[in-house]
């Protein structure tokens, strides 16, 4: 979960019922024991559904109508602040709970999975880095930034698009996370906050929270020091100039057909600044503003009947001790199941849209298959872990090795075994044991030329695409290439070559050379293993006085017009012979 964060906040362990949200990560009986984190998940989600339909009144003891209709669906939830870029970090709440989700339905269960946008949020500060509907990253300067630069304090759905292509900033930002869940097909309903105040969803709980208002001080005074005699737990849109206010003179709920209050539109703190108000003094009605976040997380629990909601670790000492106080002894309702997930980091660094260290889900789809990028989600979110570009091919390495102790074509202890018979249905469309994988830096191998045949030739010839393997297994299979070929030139690595197979690039060599590399040509035409050609290299150098460095400089001006290369003897021995012995000998 990621959404605003009220300012004044204090530590605080909450009601004395307060649920630890690593509960899950903690638990260690055997009875709990699953090979797949989000089966435990379920069964908490179960027992929480099941309590709900059987409660009763705990004062008089009589039974009471059940709180959840038998036919009514769990719901899992999950909700982002529209600032900055939606990079991959923030797809991790998307896909804990897909994967609850999947486990439910699988048990029979009918799950919807809603996200909120939590637009109505003002904006504070201003991005760096914004991407357009592409996934490309732009920096502020290269869009309208005076569509945000004039609207500091506004909410995200009333802030102009500084693309010019949606209605506004919030909507922009929520159809990337929309295209980002639709990439890995994951079925989200993505709800705007700002609608559901448009809308009238959330007036009632608005309304209540301001009938008890003296409680929710109570309530939150333990969470926030900026709690007074005069606070109201709600932030009116100042009609005059658009912006968030935080100060409201006086309520009157019998007014209108729910209620208004009176407000002066103030600064607002927002970190290092100050967001100066307007002054105005007005009235707005209660679908004209929105609650504060910490008391608009539980309202959304119970709006939209929320049974469970993965956050990350921020909220787990921040809002969620806060939230279920809120919604237990404000509200009078239970909050979902929680789960704390460890945010994870990228190329060893912190997400960070200021600082560019950012990755979309539609770029990292450019580098790898959506169900590797799936298989990354599945691991346990109790533990960090680093998202490398760098060494993408260890992650890919991993998901294949999953695929093959799923098929049972490699030994595997029982852990890893249970793992993967649990887990590979879920991250594949399909599971077909006829399918092809060509390894990762193979593929980057292949990628070095933009023969479709060629590639294919190698990669049977190399015994990784089997003779009767169906068209479909190898279209498959070579789609990887490209991909592969993406990461390597993204990461400039040593794989980031071209193969000049068209005509041969300029070079002068001298005798010695020339004669060197015929006797190459001849050797590997006789028919070596790359290891073999890679010492014979260094051995036709020594014989002919020429330099090792500059006899491979040779080939590598060859066969990519460049100074360096991949290791060139195995990747001579990859590419088809006939080819490879003409170019050395420069008929061709």
């Not at 602040?81 to 991959?88: A, I, K, Q, R, T």
């Not at 959304?300 to 909220?315: C, I, M, R, S």
């Not at 005509?503 to 590997?524: K, Q, V, Y």
């Amino acid at each position: 979960m990621s959404s605003e964060q009220d300012d004044g906040t204090t530590d605080s362990e909450g009601a004395p019922d307060a649920e630890s949200p690593y509960t899950l990560q903690r638990e260690d009986g055997d009875d709990a024991r699953h090979a797949f984190w989000a089966d435990a998940v379920a069964d908490r989600v179960e027992a929480r559904v099941a309590d709900q339909r059987e409660a009763t009144d705990s004062t008089s003891g009589e039974e009471r109508p059940a709180s959840r209709e038998p036919d009514q669906p769990i719901v899992i939830k999950g909700g982002i602040s529209p600032s900055g870029v939606p990079h991959l970090g923030n797809v991790n709440e998307i896909m804990r709970g897909y994967y609850v989700a999947e486990v439910l339905r699988e048990r029979g269960h009918e799950v919807r999975q809603v996200f909120t946008a939590d637009d109505r949020d003002p904006l504070r500060k201003l991005p760096r880095t914004l991407c357009d509907l592409e996934g490309n990253l732009v920096d502020l300067g290269d869009v309208d930034a005076g569509a945000l630069g004039r609207n500091l304090g506004v909410p995200y759905t009333d802030i102009p698009d500084p693309f010019g292509c949606c209605d506004s900033y919030g909507d922009h930002f929520a159809t990337i996370i929309q295209d980002s869940a639709d990439a890995l097909d994951v079925p989200i309903d993505l709800l705007s906050d700002t609608d559901l105040y448009e809308s009238g969803d959330l007036e009632a709980v608005t309304r209540y929270v301001l009938e008890h208002q003296d409680r929710a001080r109570e309530v939150l005074a333990e969470y926030q020091d900026k709690v007074d005699a005069d606070y109201v737990p709600f932030n009116p849109i100042c009609e005059e100039c658009g912006k968030i206010t935080e100060t409201v003179t006086s309520v009157d709920l019998d007014a209108g057909d729910a209620g208004t209050v009176d407000y002066e539109c103030t600064d607002m703190d927002a970190g290092d600044r100050t967001i100066e108000g307007c002054g105005h003094e007005g009235t707005a009605t209660l679908r004209e503003g929105k609650l504060p976040w910490r008391f608009e997380w539980p309202a959304q629990w119970q709006v939209l009947g929320v049974d469970f909601e993965p956050f990350g670790k921020d909220h787990a000492e921040g809002s969620w001790p806060s939230g279920q106080d809120v919604a237990r002894n404000v509200l009078g309702i239970e909050p979902p199941v929680p789960m704390v997930y460890e945010w994870f980091t990228l190329d060893g660094e912190p997400f960070s849209s200021s600082e560019g260290n950012v990755i979309l889900v539609s770029e990292v789809l450019e580098l790898l298959e959506p169900e590797v990028l799936r298989y990354f989600f599945a691991k346990d979110p109790a533990k960090a872990r680093d998202f490398s570009i760098e060494r993408l091919d260890q992650l890919v390495d991993e998901f294949d090795r999953l695929e093959a102790v799923y098929f049972g074509e490699i030994e595997a202890d029982e852990d890893e075994q249970a793992f993967a018979d649990r887990v590979y249905p879920l991250v594949v469309e399909e599971p077909r044991a006829e399918r092809v994988r060509l390894p990762y830096t193979f593929a980057a191998v292949l990628g070095m030329t933009d023969d479709p045949d060629l590639r294919e030739e190698i990669a049977r010839r190399e015994g990784h695409i089997p003779e009767d393997a169906p068209e479909w297994a190898v279209e498959g299979a070579l789609d990887r290439v490209e991909k592969a070929r993406n990461w390597a030139r993204r990461t400039e690595n040593e794989f980031d070559y071209e193969l000049k197979r068209t005509e041969i690039p300029d070079h002068d060599f001298d005798s010695a050379t020339e004669d060197a590399l015929a006797e190459l040509a001849d050797f590997i035409e006789a028919g070596h293993e790359p290891d073999e050609i890679q010492g014979e290299i260094y051995e036709t150098a020594k014989r002919h006085d020429v330099d090792v460095g500059d006899f491979f400089a040779a080939g590598y001006r060859l066969f990519f017009d460049e100074e360096q290369g991949p290791k060139l003897g195995p990747f001579l021995a990859k590419v088809d012979r006939e080819f490879v012995v003409d170019r050395l000998r420069r008929e061709r």
